[in-house]
């Protein structure tokens, strides 16, 4: 062989290791690209599945709030008409003291008395509970009313309640009017 035909072996040989060189590299590099776009694509997935689940996630609490709305208004809905009837019930309990004391009016008493019973009744059902205070309780500003404080008729009713002026009531769990009370000072 001529030395002009091994340059040319060579050179071939050469051409040959390069191309071979640069396929490996190519295909490193397509190697390197489907796991690059596999990674993406799985990555892509976990964030969509992510997305997902805070998306339900907080479709499940608007569903909560929502519930819990909804029946809090149904407890709550009569509260207008419950606070009107308050006044109404006062009146009541008024009149019974003032017909008791009236001994011939008895009669009249037990109709009121039946008037008043069924008006309580009903408004009972519907949520209405009073607001238990008695004399010697206490005082809470938190749940009471001070309307007035007088000197205490006795030394163990310093700071309690000596009288109750106004009861207090619940509709459900919210106090729609606090007892109006007298604290001894």
Known sequence: MSKKNKE??????????????TNAV???DNNTEEISVEDKLKEELQQEKDKFLRLFAEFENYKKRTSRERIELFQTASKD????????????ER???????????????????????????????KGLTKIEVEKGDKFDADHHEA????PAP???????????????YKLGETVIRFPKVVIGQ
């Not at 009107?84 to 009146?91: E, G, I, K, Q, S």
């Not at 019974?96 to 009972?124: P, S």
């Open 8 to 21: 040319e072996n060579h050179i071939e040989e050469d051409v040959k290791t390069a191309s071979n060189t």
């Open 26 to 28: 190519n295909d490193a």
């Open 81 to 92: 008409v419950m606070v009107a009837m308050l006044p109404v019930l006062d009146d009541f």
């Open 95 to 125: 009149a019974l003291l003032h017909i008791e004391e009236d001994k011939e009016a008895e009669e009249l008493r037990k109709g009121v008395l039946l008037i008043y019973n069924k008006l309580l009744q009903t408004l009972q059902q």
């Open 147 to 150: 309307v007035t404080q007088i």
């Open 154 to 168: 006795t030394e163990d009713l310093k700071g309690k309640i000596v009288d109750v002026i106004e009861k207090g």
